[in-house]
């Protein structure tokens, strides 16, 4: 509905004292694309045509797939010839709140992620050290956490990068970051293993790369269905660009976002424009050390589905330019030998739909770093989708601890994971 109109329904819903549902709830703005179904949907060619009209694609069931889409991506998905039905709409809650609802308040806002990081400096000051890495659009410090012995200085150790939350409501991401920093600190006294690694390994934590969208969607007490990041677009009412679209490798190359500023897939006008695309991509290039990136291995964590995935995303074949059939085979055993511990389904991630311009292509195919995407729990929209009960933070965060040693274990050598050599 256009602005005027929507005015006009939101003052006689709060007139006539009518529970608001969110798609009516602009408190703060626009809110994320409502969210449907797609029936009748088998396969990634099909998910992929999908996902070509700019629609987010949520997650994928037995045959139907839920996405998120604007009026325009499900006009087009119609005429594909595909049924979409609209999903109910949450009640929204009291205006204003800025946290998460009182149910939730295990999850950790921005302020309380930036003094949960700060204590973990304080109690651990030789082993983790904060850096701000940059400001997001609205001006929060975006920050990284390193762990290592001698955390202060430089040292010569296989580097791991682990980043969180590129989509707003994807908000157990950050919870992973903060249990990542906690298990490698509190563990480091009494376990061997946790000991060799920290000591042996410099670990990059980035709790919260897209802070403005993750306070947005908490922004009212009702979750708000934000993915993107909080910049306005020239030339449109619409706000945000997909942090996960805008990375500068093949972007935009293959119909796997979207041109439309309102689509929750939008690219953005050039491939890093978004500025916290653009921070934390100047950080991973600051890496590069002696003519050498350092960092050697690196997971995205987001929601939902119970995934691990590997590039590329752009294309659906395994070896092309920039993936060798060694290094493709790296990837699958090293990505199904993480998931044969957490039980998440392991694959590439353009078997799920074609993406481009996402953080692992740009990881793997500009600086050879073996990344690859976590999609955390739950597995299905029935569990809570975007907004599993804070109950399952503990449980779905030690969940990955298994997944992240071994990638730290490996991280000295990738390829040896399939019995190869290193340079
Ligand atoms: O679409 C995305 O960005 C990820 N799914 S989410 O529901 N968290 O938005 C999946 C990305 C898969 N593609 C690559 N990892 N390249
Ligand atoms: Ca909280
Ligand atoms: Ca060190
Ligand atoms: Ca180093
Ligand atoms: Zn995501």
Same mark, same amino acid.
């Given at each position: 509905m256009?602005?005027?109109?929507? !005015?006009?329904?939101?003052?006689?819903?709060? %007139? #006539?004292?009518?529970?608001?549902?969110?798609?009516? &709830?602009?408190? !703060?703005?626009?809110?994320?694309?409502?969210? =449907?179904?797609?029936s009748?949907?088998?396969?990634?060619?099909?998910?992929? *045509? #999908?996902?070509?009209?700019? *629609?987010?694609?949520?997650?994928?069931?037995?045959?139907?797939? $839920?996405?998120?889409?604007?009026?325009?991506e499900?006009?087009?998905? @119609?005429?594909?010839?595909?049924?979409?039905?609209?999903?109910?709409?949450?009640?929204?809650?009291?205006?204003?709140?800025?946290?998460?609802?009182? %149910?939730?308040s $295990?999850?950790?806002?921005?302020?309380?992620?930036?003094?949960?990081?700060?204590?973990a400096? +304080?109690?651990?000051?030789?082993?983790?050290?904060?850096?701000?890495i940059g400001?997001?659009?609205?001006?929060?410090d975006?920050? %990284?956490?390193k /762990? !290592?012995?001698?955390?202060?200085?430089?040292e010569?150790?296989?580097?791991?990068l682990?980043?969180?939350?590129?989509?707003?409501?994807?908000? /157990?991401?950050?919870?992973?970051?903060? =249990?990542?920093?906690?298990m490698?600190?509190?563990?480091?006294?009494?376990?061997?293993?946790v000991?060799s690694?920290?000591?042996?390994?410099?670990?990059? #934590? $980035?709790?919260?790369?897209?802070?403005?969208?993750?306070?947005?969607?908490?922004?009212?007490?009702?979750?708000?269905?934000?993915?993107?990041? @909080?910049?306005?677009?020239?030339?449109?009412?619409?706000?945000?660009?997909?942090?996960?679209?805008?990375?500068? =490798?093949?972007?935009?190359?293959? &119909?796997?976002?979207?041109?439309?500023?309102?689509?929750?897939?939008?690219?953005?006008?050039?491939?890093?424009?978004?500025?916290?695309?653009?921070?934390?991509g100047?950080?991973?290039? !600051?890496?590069?050390?002696g003519?050498?990136?350092?960092?050697?291995?690196?997971?995205?964590?987001?929601? =939902?589905?119970?995934?691990?995935?590997?590039p590329?995303?752009?294309?659906?074949?395994?070896?092309?330019?920039?993936?060798?059939?060694?290094?493709?085979?790296t990837?699958?055993?090293?990505g199904?030998?993480?998931?044969?511990?957490?039980g998440?389904?392991?694959?590439?991630?353009?078997?799920?739909?074609?993406?481009?311009?996402?953080?692992?292509?740009?990881?793997?195919?500009?600086?050879?770093i073996? +990344?690859?995407?976590f999609?955390?729990?739950?597995?299905?929209a029935?569990?809570?989708?975007?907004?599993?009960?804070?109950?399952?933070?503990?449980r779905?965060? %030690?969940?990955?601890?298994?997944?992240? $040693?071994?990638?730290?274990?490996?991280?000295?050598?990738?390829? @040896?994971?399939?019995?190869?050599?290193?340079?």
């Amino acid at each position: 509905m256009t602005r005027a109109r929507f !005015s006009l329904f939101l003052c006689v819903m709060v %007139a #006539i004292a009518v529970v608001l549902s969110p798609s009516g &709830n602009a408190v !703060s703005g626009e809110r994320g694309s409502a969210e =449907y179904h797609v029936s009748g949907v088998r396969t990634v060619e099909q998910r992929t *045509a #999908i996902a070509g009209t700019g *629609a987010v694609i949520n997650a994928v069931e037995d045959s139907r797939t $839920l996405i998120s889409a604007t009026p325009a991506e499900v006009a087009r998905i @119609r005429e594909l010839g595909f049924t979409v039905v609209a999903e109910p709409i949450a009640a929204a809650g009291p205006g204003n709140a800025r946290d998460f609802p009182a %149910a939730d308040s $295990l999850f950790h806002n921005y302020e309380e992620m930036v003094s949960a990081v700060d204590q973990a400096v +304080a109690a651990h000051p030789g082993i983790v050290v904060k850096q701000v890495i940059g400001k997001s659009h609205e001006g929060r410090d975006l920050i %990284a956490v390193k /762990i !290592s012995d001698n955390a202060a200085a430089d040292e010569t150790e296989p580097e791991v990068l682990f980043t969180h939350h590129q989509h707003a409501r994807e908000h /157990i991401t950050v919870e992973m970051a903060l =249990y990542l920093i906690t298990m490698l600190t509190a563990d480091y006294a009494t376990d061997p293993h946790v000991k060799s690694l920290v000591d042996g390994r410099e670990i990059w #934590i $980035l709790p919260d790369i897209n802070p403005d969208g993750g306070e947005f969607d908490i922004s009212t007490g009702a979750y708000q269905g934000w993915r993107k990041n @909080r910049q306005p677009n020239a030339g449109s009412t619409h706000i945000g660009t997909d942090l996960n679209r805008n990375w500068d =490798y093949k972007w935009g190359c293959c &119909n796997g976002s979207s041109a439309a500023p309102d689509s929750g897939t939008y690219r953005g006008p050039a491939a890093g424009s978004a500025p916290e695309v653009a921070a934390v991509g100047a950080f991973v290039r !600051s890496r590069v050390v002696g003519g050498k990136q350092q960092i050697t291995a690196a997971i995205d964590f987001h929601s =939902y589905s119970e995934l691990v995935l590997w590039p590329f995303g752009w294309t659906s074949e395994q070896v092309v330019p920039g993936m060798t059939r060694q290094e493709y085979d790296t990837f699958a055993a090293l990505g199904r030998a993480m998931a044969q511990t957490n039980g998440y389904t392991a694959e590439q991630s353009s078997a799920l739909y074609v993406t481009d311009g996402a953080i692992d292509d740009y990881l793997w195919g500009t600086q050879r770093i073996y +990344a690859y995407t976590f999609e955390m729990f739950p597995a299905t929209a029935g569990d809570g989708g975007f907004y599993p009960p804070d109950e399952a933070i503990a449980r779905e965060t %030690a969940r990955n601890r298994a997944a992240v $040693l071994h990638l730290l274990d490996y991280a000295d050598c990738p390829p @040896r994971v399939i019995g190869a050599a290193c340079g």
